[in-house]
Every structure is written in C-alpha cells, then in structure tokens.
C-alpha cells in the first residue's frame, strides 16, 4: 500500500484537505455519526493525520494489524502457560476462594482490549478519511 501511494501519490487535492482538518470539529463529527467514541486517542489519531497526512492512514492501518496480530499471540501464550494450571485444579480452586476468578478474567479482559483496540482505531482512521474525502456527507 505503501509503495503504491509513493507511486502514483494520494488524489489531487486529498493531502491539503487532510492538512486542513480541525481536530475538534472532526472528533465531534466521529462522535456524532457514531464512528468513534469521545476518547483522547482520537484526537491523537486525528493530529498524525495533521501532520503525515495520507501517509499517516495507510501506517496506522499496518500498525492496527501488528499490534491485533503481537495481542493475538500474547494471548495464546498466555493460555498455553495456563494448561498446567487448568489440568492440576487450581483455576477451581482459585474460582471458589474469595478473591474471584483472575485467570478467566483476564482472559476475557485481554480479548475484550483486543476488540476495543481494533473497533476504536479501524473505524477511525477510515472515517477521518472520509471526512477529509468530503464523503460523509459534511
């Protein structure tokens, strides 16, 4: 994707308007068509964009990939490093006790921030440039 936007460049006129995006109108956009949450990394989303410009969107989407893909991994490590646990009782043990269920938990908090990670950064990225396409319809 790269090596095609260094070769035949972004459309005319498309870096000037990803330039002259104004962070905050745009954020209130996103919230507003329900493209993305009223979160800080937004505007950090927004201000990359500023600065690399179509560039910037096209990194970020690789990024988005690596780090579900480095999470994914993480995540399976952390379940086979479980198996011991799970096959010895002591994840019952432990879900009995009154502390609660940390390994379940984290499990399902893991995977619950791997999905917010990709539902907040994917639809954001593609909507900040949409607006800048002017396809959004503002």
């Known amino acids: 994707m790269l090596a095609a936007l260094d070769k035949?460049?972004?459309?005319?006129?498309?870096?000037q308007a990803l330039h002259s995006l104004d962070p905050d109108a745009t954020v209130a956009k996103l919230?507003?068509?329900?493209?993305?949450q009223d979160n800080p990394r937004v505007r950090g989303y927004i201000d990359r964009v500023r600065k690399d410009g179509s560039r910037a969107l096209v990194q970020?989407?690789?990024e988005g990939i690596q780090t579900i893909y480095a999470k994914s991994v993480e995540y399976e490590k952390m379940l086979r490093d479980?198996?011991?646990?799970?096959?010895?009782?002591?994840v019952?043990?432990?879900i009995d006790s009154p502390s609660g269920f940390p390994v379940v938990m984290s499990a399902y908090q893991m995977v619950q921030?791997?999905?917010?990670?990709?539902?907040?950064?994917?639809?954001?990225?593609?909507?900040?440039a949409k607006i800048a396409r002017g396809t959004l319809g503002y």
């Open 92 to 94: 019952v043990k432990t």
């Open 8 to 15: 035949y460049g972004p459309e005319p006129g498309y870096e």
């Open 82 to 90: 479980s198996r011991p646990t799970f096959a010895q009782g002591a």
């Open 113 to 128: 921030m791997m999905a917010q990670d990709l539902a907040n950064a994917c639809p954001t990225f593609s909507g900040v």
């Open 31 to 36: 919230v507003k068509a329900h493209v993305a």
């Open 60 to 62: 970020a989407r690789m």
